[in-house]
């Protein structure tokens, strides 16, 4: 299964796939960040929004919450979640808004899909630009001299369609600008196992370039990568939580 086919052929089961995800609590967390570090808006926009659950989440919250994404399926499907919200296709590093927005969230550690340098400053000009005074951008990222290529996240989830078995991992060379997160889905009906392989190209990038990216443009909190309490990045750990208030 090349490219981004998970995305396409199987978005239909991407909900399936982050079913072990907390969307509540990250969606909670990011909503208090907005509160301590914000400017008390409630106009939100999410980036690569996927099917929109932390959408539904700030909704619900009281935001006047949006979305964008590059794949139409997923779209459609945020639309049927939340039909309150609006939605729109765009590249998250070439998008524009109507007004600015008080908010901008990136989940699942979507903003590595700039895919290279140049793409992602191109994004952190969007986001600067759609921001209002004082805005918030809201992200995770992982640190490349960080990962471990052995390392993976692994969960089972029944569906009417059979067993699913999800697994995903970082990948990195040690050099370059890109890394990769490779996927394994297995899908078990009456003893009958398919399996899809995927691999996504991802911007390769230090914390400390990600920093020297942002700083001009914002002020940069780098928080653990911890959703239920705030505490600062201890400077070891290879992935956190990005809060940048716009300048």
């Given at each position: 299964?090349?490219?981004?086919?998970?995305?396409?052929?199987?978005?239909?089961?991407?909900?399936?796939?982050?079913?072990?995800?907390?969307?509540?609590?990250?969606?909670?967390?990011?909503?208090?960040?907005?509160?301590?570090?914000?400017?008390?808006?409630?106009?939100?926009?999410?980036?690569?929004?996927?099917?929109?659950?932390?959408?539904?989440?700030?909704?619900?919250?009281?935001?006047?919450?949006?979305?964008?994404?590059?794949?139409?399926?997923?779209?459609?499907?945020?639309?049927?979640?939340?039909?309150?919200?609006?939605?729109?296709?765009?590249?998250?590093?070439?998008?524009?808004?109507?007004?600015?927005?008080?908010?901008?969230?990136?989940?699942?550690?979507?903003?590595?899909?700039s895919a290279g340098i140049e793409r992602l400053k191109a994004c952190?000009?969007?986001?600067?630009?759609?921001?209002?005074?004082?805005?918030?951008?809201?992200?995770?990222?992982?640190?490349?001299?960080?990962?471990?290529?052995?390392?993976?996240?692994?969960?089972?989830?029944?569906?009417?369609?059979?067993?699913?078995?999800?697994?995903?991992?970082?990948?990195?060379?040690?050099?370059?600008?890109?890394?990769?997160?490779?996927?394994?889905?297995?899908?078990?009906?009456?003893?009958?196992?398919?399996?899809?392989?995927?691999?996504?190209?991802?911007?390769?990038?230090?914390?400390?370039?990600?920093?020297?990216?942002?700083?001009?443009?914002?002020?940069?909190?780098?928080?653990?990568?911890?959703?239920?309490?705030?505490?600062?990045?201890?400077?070891?750990?290879?992935?956190?939580?990005?809060?940048?208030?716009?300048?």
């Amino acid at each position: 299964m090349p490219g981004n086919a998970l995305y396409t052929d199987l978005s239909g089961y991407y909900d399936l796939m982050c079913a072990d995800i907390d969307y509540q609590a990250q969606s909670h967390c990011v909503h208090r960040l907005q509160q301590l570090f914000g400017n008390a808006g409630k106009r939100h926009l999410d980036l690569a929004c996927g099917t929109g659950p932390h959408v539904r989440h700030f909704t619900d919250a009281g935001y006047q919450s949006a979305g964008l994404d590059i794949n139409q399926p997923m779209l459609d499907r945020a639309a049927l979640r939340c039909p309150e919200a609006q939605f729109s296709r765009q590249d998250m590093c070439a998008f524009s808004v109507a007004e600015p927005v008080d908010l901008i969230t990136c989940f699942l550690y979507s903003l590595h899909y700039s895919a290279g340098i140049e793409r992602l400053k191109a994004c952190i000009a969007s986001v600067h630009t759609a921001l209002a005074a004082s805005g918030v951008f809201c992200f995770n990222a992982v640190d490349k001299g960080r990962i471990d290529n052995a390392s993976f996240a692994a969960h089972t989830a029944q569906h009417a369609d059979g067993l699913f078995s999800f697994r995903s991992g970082w990948h990195y060379a040690g050099e370059g600008e890109q890394q990769s997160l490779r996927l394994r889905i297995e899908r078990t009906v009456d003893a009958h196992t398919q399996v899809w392989h995927d691999e996504h190209p991802m911007v390769a990038v230090s914390f400390a370039e990600l920093q020297a990216l942002l700083a001009p443009d914002f002020e940069v909190h780098m928080l653990a990568h911890d959703y239920e309490k705030l505490t600062p990045w201890d400077a070891e750990a290879g992935n956190a939580l990005f809060v940048c208030v716009k300048r």
